[in-house]
């Protein structure tokens, strides 16, 4: 398995403001994943985070409010751009290795409040 | 397209009964299948995966589930529930090929109150 670390686990921002969150996994995965979990709702993905490449883009999310790097197989970071009270949710990352292809990790999430 | 469903947002047993969580899925392919679970303020942890294999399942913390492709389900059983199995569960389906290779889509999740 793979454990997958997020830092910060939470904050609170002013609209207009951006949140930069990072993903860290303890060993190397192929895949890379950002969820949304809006508050009392599921998991909707944002973006596949790919290596040295930009981003993969899901419907309703982009590159300009949702910038995504990722310059190695171990580190990602999300950044939600331009704060505002409906960007509060739960922000997660996943991980998918290699050898067990069809099993994700997630990360603890990181819990954004925008005032 | 894929699509899950849970039916009932909310599930409440007594301790000791039998836990059942429904998951019913859509899939153009076969899929793989998944139970995580989530704990108030942590992320989500998983709990068994179908993957084409055996279609019962059986996973941590004595948890099971079996993939009945007939009836497109996917549902979670525990026997005896305990305080500790409080928490949201999430069931998701991935296609294992084509354009939407490696990404999960998420059911709504249910809530699972445990009373004493």
């Known amino acids: 398995s793979a454990v997958i670390s997020q830092k910060p686990s939470r904050d609170i921002c002013q609209r207009g403001t951006s949140l930069t969150i990072q993903c860290q996994v303890d060993s190397q995965v192929t895949m890379m994943f950002w969820y949304r979990q809006q508050p009392g709702q599921s998991l909707t993905l944002i973006a596949t985070a790919n290596q040295g490449s930009e981003a993969t883009y899901e419907s309703g999310f982009v590159i300009d409010k949702f910038p995504i790097s990722r310059p190695n197989l171990t580190f990602s970071t999300l950044t939600v751009s331009n704060l505002s009270p409906e960007d509060s949710s739960i922000y997660l990352c996943s991980g998918r290795q290699g050898a067990r292809k069809e099993t994700q990790y997630f990360g603890p999430g990181t819990r954004l409040l925008v005032l | 397209a894929q699509s899950v469903t849970q039916l009932g947002s909310h599930v409440s047993v007594s301790e000791g009964a039998l836990v059942l969580l429904r998951c019913n899925y859509s899939?153009?392919?076969?899929?793989?299948l998944f139970w995580y679970v989530q704990y108030p303020n942590q992320g989500l942890q998983l709990l068994l995966k179908?993957?084409?294999?055996?279609?019962l399942v059986k996973g941590i913390n004595g948890f099971e589930a079996e993939f009945k492709k007939s009836e497109t389900s996917f549902h979670l059983t525990k026997p005896s529930a305990h305080m500790s199995d409080a928490a949201e569960y999430f069931c998701?389906?991935?296609?294992?090929?084509?354009?939407?290779?490696?990404?999960?889509?998420f059911g709504q999740g249910t809530i699972l109150t445990v009373h004493p």
């Open positions: 179908y993957t084409s294999a055996a279609t």
């Open positions: 998701a389906v991935s296609d294992p090929s084509g354009t939407s290779y490696g990404k999960l889509t």
């Open positions: 899939s153009s392919v076969p899929p793989y």
